[in-house]
T-cell receptor, first 113, second 115 residues
Framework: DGGITQSPKYLFRKEGQNVTLSCEQNLNHDAMYWYRQDPGQGLRLIYY???????QKGDIAEGYSVSREKKESFPLTVTSAQKNPTAFYLC????????????FGPGTRLTVL | DQQVKQNSPSLSVQEGRISILNCDYTNSMFDYFLWYKKYPAEGPTFLIS?????DKNEDGRFTVFLNKSAKHLSLHIVPSQPGDSAVYFC??????????????FGGGTRVLVKP
């Protein structure tokens, strides 16, 4: 089955630790995205990548880092510099050409204790 | 500055009746609009989209209307079913330049369909 997987579903970390969230897709999509959702709010774009080995900052990139070494994978690292890391993180992918629908993974709930 | 706004945070409707969700945008460069449905602790699911060259798009029980002059779109769900109870997000995208498929989301509207 084609789709986007995110792991783990729930993640707990101590304050001050870096943590990496996984996102894999087998839809052969060129573009991938990371969003953050806080309670009662919409989705805010953290980083996006339209092609392998290239990525751009979104609206709230501070305290986060990404890599795009393979087309299928777009891991997100939440660093200790992120002031409020506890949130629901969503990964998405789409075709890069023109406009297209973004398809989302199931999300990872990160809680920093 | 919120470029996409959903001014109604919640909506309650009786099963079988119509649900109407509204969305306003300010950026005139947006020319592609989408609606997503989201259950708690899950990723959003794509529902329906509309290009700015159209003013209506229909898919089963879901219809999206676009009023470009008013920078307003709406999603109609008819008839509403209990399984439609979820949060609905409006999103917008522009086609030009490096932004590509970057989506800007509204804050969401929580819909409750009562049996």
């Amino acid at each position: 089955d084609g789709g986007i997987t995110q792991s783990p579903k729930y993640l707990f970390r101590k304050e001050g630790q870096n943590v990496t969230l996984s996102c894999e897709q087998n839809l052969n999509h060129d573009a991938m995205y990371w969003y953050r959702q806080d309670p009662g709010q919409g989705l805010r774009l953290i980083y996006y990548s339209q092609i392998v080995n290239d990525f751009q900052k979104g609206d709230i990139a501070e305290g986060y880092s990404v890599s795009r070494e393979k087309k299928e994978s777009f891991p997100l690292t939440v660093t200790s510099a992120q002031k409020n890391p506890t949130a629901f993180y969503l990964c998405a992918s789409s075709t890069a050409r023109g406009v297209g629908t973004q398809y989302f993974g199931p999300g990872t709930r990160l809680t920093v204790l | 500055d919120q470029q996409v706004k959903q001014n109604s945070p919640s909506l309650s409707v009786q099963e079988g009746r119509i649900s109407i969700l509204n969305c306003d945008y300010t950026n005139s460069m947006f020319d592609y609009f989408l609606w997503y449905k989201k259950y708690p602790a899950e990723g959003p699911t794509f529902l329906i989209s509309i290009s700015s060259i159209k003013d209506k798009n229909e898919d089963g029980r879901f219809t999206v209307f676009l009023n470009k002059s008013a920078k307003h779109l709406s999603l109609h769900i008819v008839p509403s079913q209990p399984g439609d109870s979820a949060v609905y997000f409006c999103a917008a995208s522009g086609t030009a330049g490096a932004a590509g498929n970057k989506l800007t989301f509204g804050g969401g509207t929580r819909v409750l369909v009562k049996p």
